[in-house]
Structures are given as structure tokens and as C-alpha cells.
């Protein structure tokens, strides 16, 4: 990764380091390298608080700008020690014959017993482990030439010549067991490591009057598992906090590249003017409700990028494949083809498709609708039983019937006639019978009003139904059966709607006719071009309540699904973000921003799959109630036509009559008069 030929980072740091799912960066390179690489991730923004780096070695922090000492600060460091160091035995008998020798034989080297690498005393114990292999394998070895317990192989190339004692030099090394200046020294077949004495501590960077500083704050041994350097040893994660991160990829400071389309009510976006004349655009709806609520909880930075409204919903999902968006938000359906390539989260908008129509056409009016239960023959044969049972009571229960008594033909005719009527109606008449005869007939008129009314009730509501129901279509399966033709049912390009229609409508016939947009619908929709269109619920609902109220919804819903966020797959941060949609949810969060733009609108909602009438198909009904009360009024009028006469006429004679002292006779007839109309 780092091109020790041109000293920089192949490629993108900042992308590498993201783009991983690990926040832990293990950093073994040579101390002018690890320098150079620790400006790269400085000045990509890598470092701290968000990551968290362990070195291989002290780099020296004075050479970085005091700016960037707050990143610093959480930055590790793992260093192999030597014994004494977390206090474990070392030969310093040896150590000290050895600082002897060095400043006798070369003390201008010497750098003072202090300052000498723990890299320096290694090498002192493996050169000293071999010196002593090497004086053991040769005092083993019988012949009169020491020479021979050294000998190597002829090569004339360094490198291809072999210890020819290789094996028993070996075997004594494993063998050999001593205390060395760095610590215990013990070595085991099948491993380069050494059994015991290894140690190695861990410096924290952290904050100092001075700037910045490794502190030890933990150490480890063969003996001992990492434990703290001392009781009141603290350590400082990124961030100058004490509080240890989890290692893996967090959205906090994380800038996401954010997709939207404009959708009402999802997305909706307004041009605001200032004072100046600038103009901002903002975005408002469910989705930038949704966007403000997640970036509250997860402290990321959205780049929100509104793409052109005649983009198709499948574009958006390979657009996220490609790259040029990490998340899309918006009224997506999950759908498995979608699946196969990108990743969604937990459901932000429970969904499901719904059949749009023009608002149906006012019924015509029928005004003989409510005799339509009946057939023409079965009226006349209403009709003549009621007839046939006025007769028979007239002529039972006139001689006994007091209120059939003392009253002329027509008369005692018409109350007969109204009883049977009343009956056959199941009201109440007049008078009751008074015959054996009579009460038989009117038992079985009572049986014959009880089968018709039910019969005529259950046919009207039929009837009324069927009457309500002239629309295009009645729902899914009328589409399915081809009751309209398919090149008048709008279908959007490169939605989950076409991916419906061709594998349960047109069993993969692209007949549709095609749409851009889900504002193209409603344009088609209007202008007569399309007659139905399938699409989301969702925008259907509010266009409907709040926008085109001459637009209507008819049948149930069907193909229940759901919108999710896009994002690509094993995205590094999906698990957070479905954590904080399903708490959302949990919280309530989902429902009211359902409620808060869903709801209301200036549209009168009806719902087509009702079984509420209008006035019109009952219209001839209340007719010939109208006209039947207008015979009522005539009636009452012909029946008091003499009372009425006698008053207008009192009326007229009062204007063209002369005052006279004495009128108490005249005034007399008139206040009579006056009376009856009062009474009427």
C-alpha cells in the first residue's frame, strides 16, 4: 500500500480505510515510513477519533503539527522489552561484563547503558546463545582439527553454502537453557520463538503540558496476559475518551452521499428566494423527515443529491452498484431482483399497489330504479293481489265492520283497498278485521307482504350495488381478465409495477402503455390517454386526498411489499442503520410521520368499495313520493275547496265594501270564516 519508491499511499487511504469494516489500523513499518504514512492518514481525516492505530514502534510526535496532536491522542504502540522493564529477572552480570567490553574495544560508540536499544540486547542474547551452541558442538566433536565442527559446504556463493552440523548445533541450542541480558533464554524444536522471556508493553499517546506523549499503560509476558502497566495506569481511546471504542465501522463523522427523488408525498422539493435573490432549494416530505431523524441518532454528515425526476427507480439501484451513491432514500419497493444486487434495510414504509382511475362519470339517472327488483309481470301480479284482497275484504267484513259501515261504495271500496295495501306493505291500517274470514285473509296477506318485502330488499340492494359499481374497473382481477384494454393501463418504466405486471398480468408482454414518472399518471390519467394505472399506495392515497380529487382508488389493495433504504451489498454500516430504523419504528417514529403526511387533504375521500347510494339511484323513489304529496295536498285542497271559496270571497267583499256604523253582522260572518281557515 505505501510505495516506499515514492513515498505515498497507493490509491485512496481515505476510501481503503473506510470502506472497511474494522476501525483498528496496524501500522509495522520502519520508523521514517511510519512517520510519512501517519501524515497520509492526518491529512485524510483516518486517524483519530475514528480510528484507531497500533505502531510498531515510538514515533517522534514533535515532528507533526501541534494542530493534529488531538488526533494523536488514543494512538498505540507495541514494544518488545527487555525483562527488567515490567520488572522480570535479566542476567546483569553479563549485561555489565558486556557494556565492559564495548566501551574498552570501542567506546566512541558507546551511548551510555541508558540509552542502548532493546534491539542491541536481543542481538546480544541470539549472538550469545550461538557462541555457546557453537563451544559445546565442538568440544563434542573428537578429532585434533577444531576447524572441523564448522565446516561448510563448497559453494562459491555465500548464500548456497550449508552448515554441515546443522542438526546437532540445533539440538544444542534447544537444549540450552541460561538467563540473558534481555531475559530467560529457551528455545523449543518447531519454533523460531522463545519459550520464555518474551515481553513486550503497550504506550498510550496522550495529552501533555507540553503537547503529547506515550505513556506505558499495559504490559505483556509468557507468564502473564496483557495486564495494566501500573494499578493507576488509565488509558486514552480517540477521542481523549476512557471509554473503549468497539472496533468496528461507525457512522458518526462519516459523510454519506445520500439519493432522493422528487415524489409527493415523500419527497417534495421547493425553491425558496431570499431578500438578495438567491435561491435555495429545500426538501421536505417523508424521506428528509426520515434522513434528519436517522442523522440524530447517528451522527453521520448527509450529502444529500436530488437526481433528475425522469431517472427510473431501477437506475437508482445500479447507480449504487456503481458507486455513486452510498444510500438511496426514497420510495423504493424491495423487490428480488433488486435484491440480488444491492442490499436493503429494515422497512422504512409498509407498501402495497392500488388501481388509479378518473373519478367515474355522474350516473344517469334511472327514474324507475327502485321497481327494478321486480320484472314487469310480478308488479302486475302485486297489483292484482291487492285488488283481489281489497274485494275480498269489502265483501267479508262489510256487514260487520263497523268502519266499513255507513259509508258509500267508493268509500268503503278505497278503505278496503288501503288496508290491503297497508298489509302487503307491512304497515298499520285504519281498522282491524273482524271476521274468522277476515283474519284468515289477513294472515295470508301478512305471509305474502313478509316473503315480498325480503325478496324486494335483498333485489335492491343488489341492484342499487351493481348500479354503483358502473366503473372502469373493479380491481386487480378485472385488469387480469382483460376487461380493459392493455394498452390503456399505465405502467411505470423501470419500477417494481412493471416487474408486477409482466409476471402476473401479461406473463412478461410488455402491452403496457409506458410511463415516465408517477407524475405521468396523472397527466395520462386526465387527458384520457390511459384509462387505469397501477402504482404505490402511498403516493396514490395523497394525490388522491390532497391534489386530484377528480381521481379515484377503486378496488382492495394487493402485492403487499414494503420501501427500504438502498445501499450496496456488505455495506459496513447496515447493521447500524437497521438498529436505529428498527427503533424508530419501536418509538413510533414511522407512524407519525405517516400520520403527519398522509393524512387529511382537501379531497372528500369515498371509497369505492362501499356500499353507500347515491341520491341518484334512487332518484324516481323520491319522485313519485314528491308527486304523490303534491295528490295528497290537491286532495285536501278539493275537500275544503268550499271553506276556501267562502274566505276569499269574505276577503274580496271586505275591500269593496263601505264602512257603515253599524257592520257588527258583517264583521260577525267574516271572523267565521276567518275561523275555518285557522282550523285548516
Given amino acids: 500500500m505505501f510505495d516506499i519508491a515514492t513515498l505515498s499511499i497507493r490509491g485512496d487511504l481515505k476510501s481503503l480505510l473506510i470502506n472497511n469494516p474494522t476501525r483498528i489500523v496496524l501500522l509495522w513499518a520502519q520508523l521514517d515510513y511510519a512517520t510519512l504514512i501517519l501524515q497520509s492518514a492526518l491529512n485524510s481525516g483516518v486517524l483519530g477519533p475514528s480510528f484507531t492505530w497500533i505502531l510498531s514502534a515510538d514515533i517522534e510526535l514533535s515532528s507533526f503539527d501541534p494542530q493534529w496532536y488531538p488526533n494523536l491522542i488514543g494512538m498505540f504502540t507495541v514494544e518488545a522489552v527487555v525483562g527488567n522493564v515490567i520488572n522480570a529477572p535479566i542476567n546483569t552480570t553479563l549485561l555489565n561484563d558486556a557494556y565492559d567490553t564495548w566501551q574498552m574495544y570501542e567506546p566512541e560508540s558507546f551511548p551510555g547503558s541508558a540509552s542502548v536499544d532493546y534491539s542491541a540486547l536481543f542481538a546480544f542474547d541470539a549472538t550469545w546463545t550461538l557462541i555457546q551452541a557453537l563451544v559445546q558442538l565442538c568440544s563434542s566433536v573428537s578429532t585434533n582439527n577444531s576447524s572441523s565442527c564448522i565446516l561448510f559446504t563448497n559453494d562459491t556463493f555465500c548464500f548456497d553454502k550449508t552448515f554441515l552440523n546443522t542438526n546437532n548445533l540445533l539440538n544444542i541450542i534447544n537444549s540450552n537453557t541460561f538467563l540473558g541480558v534481555s531475559g530467560p533464554i529457551q528455545f523449543s524444536a518447531g519454533t523460531t520463538n522463545r519459550v520464555n522471556g518474551t515481553y513486550f508493553i503497550l504506550k498510550n499517546v496522550q495529552s501533555a503540558s507540553n503537547g503529547t506523549q506515550y505513556v506505558p499503560v499495559m504490559s505483556w509476558s509468557n507468564s502473564q496476559n496483557w495486564a495494566l502497566y501500573t494499578s493507576t495506569s488509565v488509558i486514552l481511546w480517540p477521542g481523549n475518551t476512557v471509554t473503549p471504542p468497539n472496533g468496528i465501522a461507525a457512522t458518526s463523522g462519516v459523510v454519506f452521499r445520500i439519493a432522493i427523488i422528487e415524489s409527493e408525498p415523500f419527497t417534495m422539493v421547493t425553491p425558496i428566494t431570499d431578500s438578495s435573490g438567491n435561491i435555495t432549494t429545500t426538501y421536505t416530505g417523508y424521506m428528509p423527515d426520515l434522513i434528519n431523524y436517522l442523522q440524530a441518532n447517528m451522527s453521520f454528515i448527509p450529502q444529500i443529491i436530488l437526481v433528475p425526476s425522469n431517472s427510473t427507480y431501477d437506475s437508482l439501484v445500479y447507480a449504487v452498484v456503481n458507486g455513486m451513491y452510498d444510500m438511496v432514500v426514497a420510495d423504493l419497493t424491495v423487490t428480488s431482483t433488486r435484491r440480488e444486487i444491492v442490499d436493503f434495510s429494515a422497512s422504512i414504509f409498509d407498501n402495497s399497489m392500488r388501481i388509479i382511475i378518473r373519478e367515474a362519470p355522474n350516473i344517469n339517472i334511472d327514474w324507475l330504479s327502485f321497481l327494478k327488483p321486480f320484472s314487469r309481470s310480478l308488479w302486475l301480479t302485486i297489483l292484482g293481489t291487492v285488488i283481489y284482497a281489497s274485494i275480498l275484504i269489502f265483501l267479508i267484513e262489510r256487514p260487520y265492520n263497523e268502519a266499513l259501515q255507513d259509508r258509500s261504495l267508493i268509500s268503503a271500496g278505497a278503505m278496503s283497498a288501503w288496508y290491503s295495501m297497508a298489509k302487503i306493505m307491512e304497515g298499520e291500517p285504519d281498522f282491524d278485521v273482524r271476521t274468522a274470514a277476515g283474519r284468515l285473509l289477513a294472515v295470508g296477506i301478512y305471509i305474502l307482504s313478509l316473503i315480498l318485502v325480503e325478496v324486494y330488499t335483498a333485489n335492491l340492494a343488489s341492484v342499487l350495488t351493481i348500479q354503483k359499481s358502473q366503473t ?88 403487499p411489499s414494503a420501501y427500504s433504504i438502498v445501499y450496496k451489498k456488505d455495506w459496513i454500516y447496515a447493521q447500524e442503520l437497521d438498529v436505529n430504523l428498527l427503533s424508530l419504528r419501536e418509538h413510533g417514529i414511522l407512524d407519525t410521520l405517516r400520520t403527519k403526511w398522509f393524512e ?56 269593496t265594501s263601505v264602512i257603515t256604523p253599524n257592520t257588527s253582522n258583517e264583521e260577525h260572518i267574516q271572523q267565521n270564516v276567518a275561523d275555518q281557515v285557522e282550523y285548516l
Avoid at 402491452?511 to 396523472?522: E, G, H, Q, R, V
Avoid at 369505492?608 to 339511484?617: H, L
Avoid at 303534491?630 to 268550499?642: A, E, G, N, T
Wanted: glycine share 10%; proline share 2%.
Fill in 472 to 559: 372502469v374497473v373493479l380491481g386487480i382481477d378485472d385488469i387480469k381478465s382483460g376487461k380493459i384494454p392493455f394498452n390503456r393501463i399505465g405502467i411505470t418504466v423501470g419500477s417494481a409495477m412493471e416487474d408486477y405486471y409482466l409476471q402476473e398480468v401479461s406473463s412478461g408482454s410488455r402491452n403496457f402503455y409506458p410511463l415516465a414518472s408517477t407524475s405521468d399518471i396523472y397527466d395520462k390519467l386526465l387527458s384520457g390517454v390511459i384509462d387505469v394505472a397501477i402504482d404505490d399506495i402511498g403516493p396514490l392515497e395523497y394525490v388522491t386526498s390532497h391534489i386530484y380529487c377528480n381521481l379515484t382508488l377503486v378496488g382492495a389493495d394487493f402485492d
Fill in 600 to 655: 387529511g387533504g382537501g379531497c372528500l375521500l369515498i371509497d369505492d368499495s362501499g356500499t353507500a347510494m347515491t341520491v341518484e339511484s334512487l332518484a324516481g323513489l323520491f319522485l313519485i313520493f314528491a308527486g304523490i304529496s303534491i295528490l295528497s295536498l290537491l286532495l285536501f285542497v278539493w275537500l275544503k275547496r268550499s271553506v276556501i271559496k267562502d274566505y276569499f270571497k269574505s276577503r274580496k267583499h271586505q275591500k
